[in-house]
């Protein structure tokens, strides 16, 4: 077997729509491949497979592959159309399906694409189980392929928004009402537009909705959690108590308070944290985030007894180390929030609906509520490449030792490759802005110089 996915990144297989490897032949075979791995041949009862999408247009185009492929290998294909990623992970444990597939490239631009694999239980694939499919995906399975007489079938779910709503509802503390907030939500014109608005309103709250009105061409375009300016704007205008933005496939939340000022996922990690901790609702003390949190919250949570454990970047990363430890609070400064009590994988509505919840116990202004923690002046810059990695060489590597030598204990640099785009993110963090802009001024440069050699 290969020792290095070639197909799957940090998310699924992700890329432009049309283009290698996001087409009707890759897509096809991923369904046939992935079909044959996980149907137990000696289970006589019918396999089934769950699809569902965001709003893309080319996602009608992969979804036709796929069930084409899963339907070719003999398992029954169940279709719900443009739904939350979260929303797939749970229908595919409630529905005791074998597997769950979500076709979206999350906050990325209309043109692109991608296919998330859930399994049974409803979490992410494995690298070895991705290696093993992508290995199966070079092989000729035209010999394993169903017989005429086991082809499978494909039908649609009419009820699973209506089965997602309830069961984000169920997340809200018992006897707790909106009523009373008004919350502006922009679903970045993707998989949420209709549930999340409707779940908001059901439990009560005055509802104003951004980016609900999806063409298949402006998911993410200047709205959604990538682009939170307009909400910023609405929320003041509308005199709302808070904002929420979700991304294209809603597994992502970034929050506005009342000023119009954005609230990121560090923020809702240690309010979180901090409110069920009061309750005694954490088994243990863990939480899970990644490399990019900023040290405020780490030094936050150690205030509070709260032990902290960083991850590689991907929200699968941060849910296979709560699995390990038992925790059952983690995510991404991005917004992934993953709260296992309630969910398998990033769930931006459900991660609202907690931070809600304390906004109605208190009686204050998100401004006051969400503000947990002063963070450390931290600073992102992309750089896009094509090629060999620059991270690798030995001028960079210089150049990363000598720049932490001079932060010491009071700073981090992360460099790492985009798992999702071709670009090199660089970001540091340290009590003292000018230098972290010195440091990453010069970094930015170093990488840019062997990038262009």
């Excluded at 694409?113 to 290995?135: C, H, P, T, V, Y």
């Excluded at 150690?302 to 038992?326: A, C, H, S």
């Amino acid at each position: 077997m290969d020792n290095q996915r070639l197909l799957f990144g940090t998310d699924g297989i992700r890329g432009k729509a049309n283009f290698n490897p996001m087409t009707v032949e890759i897509a096809q075979k991923l369904g046939q491949a992935v079909g044959l791995l996980f149907m137990n041949k000696a289970d006589p009862r019918k396999h089934q497979v769950l699809i569902g999408k965001d709003t893309r247009l080319s996602g009608y185009m992969i979804e036709s592959a796929l069930v084409a492929g899963f339907l070719s290998a003999g398992m029954d294909v169940i279709l719900v159309g443009p739904m939350p990623t979260p929303a797939i992970a749970m229908l595919t444990r409630s529905l005791r399906a074998d597997l769950g597939v979500m076709i979206s490239a999350s906050h990325n631009p209309y043109y692109d694409n991608g296919i998330k694999i859930f399994n049974r239980d409803g979490f992410k694939l494995s690298d070895a189980q991705e290696m093993e499919i992508e290995e199966m995906m070079r092989s000729d399975l035209s010999g394993r392929l169903a017989t005429s007489e086991y082809i499978g079938r494909a039908q649609r779910l009419d009820d699973a928004a209506g089965r997602y709503i309830e069961h984000a509802k169920a997340s809200f503390p018992r006897g707790y009402r909106l009523n009373g907030l008004k919350i502006v939500i922009d679903c970045a014109n993707g998989a949420a537009y209709r549930v999340a608005p409707t779940a908001l309103w059901e439990l009560g709250a005055e509802v104003i909705s951004l980016g609900c009105k999806p063409d298949g061409l402006n998911i993410n375009r200047d709205c959604g959690s990538t682009h939170p300016e307009a909400l910023c704007k609405a929320v003041i205008e509308h005199g709302a108590d808070i904002g929420i933005a979700l991304d294209g496939d809603a597994d992502r939340m970034l929050l506005v308070d009342e000023t119009g000022k954005l609230i990121d996922g560090d923020q809702i990690l240690a309010l979180i944290a901090a409110s069920w901790i009061k309750k005694d609702r954490m088994p243990n003390k863990y939480v899970v985030a990644t490399v990019m949190s900023n040290m405020g919250l780490e030094r936050f949570l150690q205030k509070n007894d709260i032990d902290f454990v960083r991850t590689r970047v991907g929200d699968r990363y941060v849910v296979e180390r709560m699995r390990e430890l038992g925790s059952i609070i983690g995510g991404e400064q991005s917004g992934h929030m993953i709260l296992s009590d309630f969910s398998t994988t990033g769930d931006g509505l459900i991660a609202a609906l907690q931070v809600l919840a304390v906004l109605v116990e208190k009686q204050e202004k998100a401004s006051i509520v969400c503000n947990m923690f002063k963070p450390f002046p931290q600073e992102l810059r992309n750089i896009r490449f094509e090629g060999a990695d620059p991270l690798t060489t030995n001028v960079v590597q210089e150049a990363l030792r000598q720049a932490e030598k001079k932060l010491g204990k009071d700073g981090r640099i992360v460099l790492r490759k985009s798992g999702t785009e071709p670009l090199i993110r660089v970001m540091a963090e340290a009590e003292d802005h000018e230098m972290v802009d010195t440091i990453l001024t010069h970094l930015c440069k170093t990488i840019q110089d062997v990038k262009d050699v």
